[in-house]
T-cell receptor
């Protein structure tokens, strides 16, 4: 079975600072996809960034970037120039390519990120 | 298309009652997923539909839970004889064959409170 571990239940940084959220996962498969989702308070889950396991290049989306270390099974999210609107729960998630995605996403427990003014 | 829609947003029910939630996915998405999210936890996979066929069910989906997607469009999730442990946010998500590995589109969820 696949597992996703987020070891930081809560983080707090000042506005404009850079913050890194950690995620590790466990699988014996070689082909999979990794995601970071953002869930603002009382609002829906939004995809932040996606990484294909077969790509060595780290994904970036504006202020968001990842550090993907396949051998270490690590997938951290870096948020640069953090903004008040970045305050949310952040979930790391994983899906296997095999099985056509029928097993669905496996999520970590989340990190509550608070951006202080 | 306004995205994935879930109704109701909130449901309070007494223990032992039956409840039903509805999910309307993005119209061109043929894949639909139900997740359960308890307080302080990440979402946990419950079940998956491809068109009207229910192709995967988690062990979390006990006999009191049933999900349907009769015409391959909207889906319902019914919980019979609710228990306090069923209190959670129930999330629906959809995708299609081309987007399933690009991240699902989630609805806003239905928050169930069993008293």
């Amino acid at each position: 079975a696949q597992t996703v571990t987020q070891s930081q239940p809560e983080m707090s940084v000042q506005e404009a600072e850079t913050v890194t959220l950690s995620c590790t996962y466990d699988t014996s498969e070689n082909n999979y996809y990794l995601f970071w989702y953002k869930q603002p308070p009382s609002r829906q889950m939004i995809l932040v960034i996606r990484q294909e396991a077969y790509k060595q290049q780290n994904a970036t989306e504006n202020r968001f970037s990842v550090n993907f270390q396949k051998a270490a099974k690590s997938f951290s999210l870096k948020i640069s120039d953090s903004q008040l609107g970045d305050t949310a729960m952040y979930f790391c998630a994983f899906i296997l390519y095999s099985g056509g995605g029928a097993d669905g996403l496996t999520f970590g427990k989340g990190t509550h990120l608070i951006i202080q003014p | 298309d306004t995205g994935v829609s879930q109704n109701p947003r909130h449901k309070i029910t007494k223990r032992g009652q039956n409840v039903t939630f509805r999910c309307d996915p993005i119209s061109e998405h043929n894949r639909l997923y139900w997740y359960r999210q308890t307080l302080g936890q990440g979402p946990e996979f419950l079940t998956y539909f491809q068109n009207e066929a229910q192709l995967e069910k988690s062990r979390l989906l006990s006999d009191r839970f049933s999900a349907e997607r009769p015409k391959g469009s909207f889906s319902t999730l019914e919980i019979q004889r609710t228990e306090q442990g069923d209190s959670a946010m129930y999330l629906c998500a959809s995708s299609n064959r081309d987007t399933q590995f690009y991240g699902y589109t989630f609805g806003s969820g239905t928050r169930l409170t069993v008293v």
